[in-house]
C-alpha cells in the first residue's frame, strides 16, 4: 500500500486505530475452543466487527510462533482475511545480517504479503535495506519504544543526543517517508516532540495506548502532522474488552470509542 | 543443556564449531529437490556427515520463515533430528515487550526444544527476561556483530563506553553465564579484548569466520577463556562447499579442516 491509500482511508473513515491482533489461546472465549481453529476464528469475528472503524491490522507474530505451525497457519488465514483496504503490519521485529534480512523480506513480503514489518535498529544500514527493496511495502523501524526496557539503551547518548534520535536521523539516509514509519511508543507523548522535529513527515507507529496507559489526546497534540501520520495501535483492550459468547460487540464498542476521539481530533486539527 | 555439559562437550570432541544451518531451497544441490522436504533432506545429511566434528547446531529461522509452513515444519523436524548431545541455536534476533517475548520464549523453549535463541537487546531488560525463566536454557545477546552496519549504532559512545559495552555490562545484572552468551563478530577479532575484561566467563557466539572473513586464531588468540568459552560459527563455507551428489563429503572436509585448527589451538591454551 502506498502513503497517499494510507491517508485517504484515513480521512475517510476519520480514524488512525491499528487494531492489534495479539491473540492467546488463553484469553479468547471459551465456546471458541470447539472450532477447529479457534485463533483464526477469534481473529475473523474481531475483524468482522470491527474493520469499518479503523485503518489497519498489525499480527503480533510472536503470539502464532509460540503455536508452531497451527500458529503459523492461523496467521497466513487471519492475513489473507483481512480486507485489501486495511494496512497490515507483521510486528515480528526482525533484523539480521544482509542476507538474512533479505530471507526475512521475503518471508513476509512474498510467501505472506504483509503491507510492512517492524524491523529492530541495532544491527543497522544492512540489516534493514532489504527489506526497503519491495515497492510499495514499509519498514516500521524501532525508535522508542513503549516499555520500561526502553531506558536501558534507547536514552545512551553520545554529545546532546539520545540513540533513538541517532537512530531517527540515520535511517532517513537509508529510505524516505513512503516506505519508512517508526515505532514509538504512547508512554512518553513529551518526546514526541523532539521526533518530530527529525522526522516531521514520517508516519508513526504508536503502541502504549489502552492496557500500557499512555493517552490519545497526548500523542496526538505532540505527534499529530499534516497528513496526519500517526497509526495509534491499541490491541489488549479491544480484543479482549469481552470474554463471552458476545465479546464482539464489546470488542467494536471498544473500537468505537476510540474511533469516535479520533474523528473528534481530526477536527480539532 | 547446562555449561558444565557444554564444556565436557567440547573437551572430549576438541571442537567449539557451531554449523549454522542457512538452509536455502536456491542454494542446495539440485538432486535434492526431488525429495519431498528437500530442506529437511539436506540438513539430515549435513548433519549425518558433521555431528561427530561440531558442538552445536544453529537454525537461521528467516531461511525457513521464507519458505512458509513447509519451512517451518523443516526446521521443527531439523531440530528433533540434532543428536541430543548437541547445544541448538535458534537463530532468530527476537526481542519485543515482556508479554511478547514471553510469546517467543514460548515459541522456541516450550513449543520447540532449543536450548538457546538469540536476541536483541534494543528494547532492555523486560524484552530480555522472560527467556531466562527457563532452566537450562539460554540467551545469546547481540553485542557486537559481525556485519557492516555493526559500525552505524553499535559503536555509539557515552562519556568512553560503547553501546555494545553498554549492553555487555547492564545484561550482566540480568543473568549470569550459566545462562547468557553474546554474539561477537569475528570480523573485529582485537574487539575481544575489550569485550572479555567485561565477560570474562561468558561463553561467546561468534559468526563471520569463513564467508564473512574473519580469523580462527585471532579470535581464540583474543577470546579463549578457561572454558574456552567460545562457540565459533561457519555456515555458508561447510553447507555449501560442494554442490553435486558428493556434497556431505566437501562439508564433512571443511568442517574437519576447522576442527583439526580448533584442536590444535585448544593444545597451545
Redesign the interface.
Given at each position: 500500500m502506498n502513503r497517499q491509500a494510507l491517508i485517504q482511508q484515513i480521512l475517510s473513515k476519520q480514524s488512525f486505530l491499528c487494531i492489534g491482533l495479539?491473540t492467546?489461546i488463553t484469553k479468547i472465549p471459551q465456546h471458541l475452543l470447539k472450532e477447529k481453529d479457534p485463533i483464526f476464528e477469534f481473529n475473523k469475528q474481531i475483524i468482522d466487527a470491527t474493520h469499518d472503524l479503523c485503518v489497519s491490522y498489525k499480527l503480533?507474530t510472536?503470539?502464532y510462533?509460540?503455536?508452531?505451525?497451527k500458529g503459523?497457519?492461523a496467521m497466513?488465514k487471519t492475513l489473507e482475511y483481512i480486507p485489501k483496504e486495511q494496512f497490515t503490519i507483521a510486528?515480528a521485529?526482525?533484523?539480521?545480517?544482509?542476507?538474512?534480512?533479505a530471507?526475512?523480506a521475503?518471508?513476509f513480503f512474498?510467501?505472506?504479503d504483509f503491507d510492512s514489518v517492524t524491523v529492530?535498529?541495532?544491527?543497522?544500514?544492512?540489516?534493514?535495506k532489504p527489506f526497503l527493496t519491495f515497492e510499495n511495502k514499509w519498514v516500521i523501524l524501532?525508535a522508542l519504544?513503549?516499555?520500561?526496557?526502553?531506558?536501558?539503551?534507547?536514552f545512551?547518548?553520545?554529545d546532546e543526543e539520545f540513540?533513538f534520535e541517532?537512530?531517527l536521523k540515520?535511517s532517513k539516509e537509508w529510505g524516505n517517508d513512503e516506505q519508512l514509519m517508526y515505532v514509538v511508543g504512547a508512554t512518553r507523548p513529551q518526546m514526541l516532540e523532539a521526533i518530530r522535529k527529525i522526522v516531521p513527515s514520517s508516519f508513526l507507529l504508536v503502541p502504549g495506548v489502552g492496557a500500557?496507559g499512555g493517552s490519545l489526546a497526548e500523542v496526538c497534540k505532540y505527534g499529530m502532522n499534516e497528513d496526519v501520520g500517526l497509526l495509534i495501535n491499541s490491541s489488549r483492550a479491544i480484543i479482549y474488552a469481552g470474554n463471552d459468547k458476545n465479546f464482539v460487540q464489546k470488542s467494536r464498542n471498544e473500537a468505537e470509542k476510540i474511533q469516535k476521539e479520533m474523528s473528534i481530533l481530526l477536527s480539532n486539527k
Open positions: 495479539d492467546d503480533n510472536a503470539f510462533e509460540s503455536m508452531g505451525l503459523w497457519e497466513q510486528d521485529k526482525r533484523g539480521d545480517i544482509g542476507n538474512t534480512s530471507m526475512y521475503k518471508a512474498e510467501n505472506m529492530a535498529p541495532y544491527m543497522g544500514e544492512d540489516s534493514v524501532l519504544t513503549s516499555n520500561k526496557g526502553a531506558d536501558d539503551f534507547q545512551f547518548k553520545q540513540l541517532k537512530v540515520t500500557q
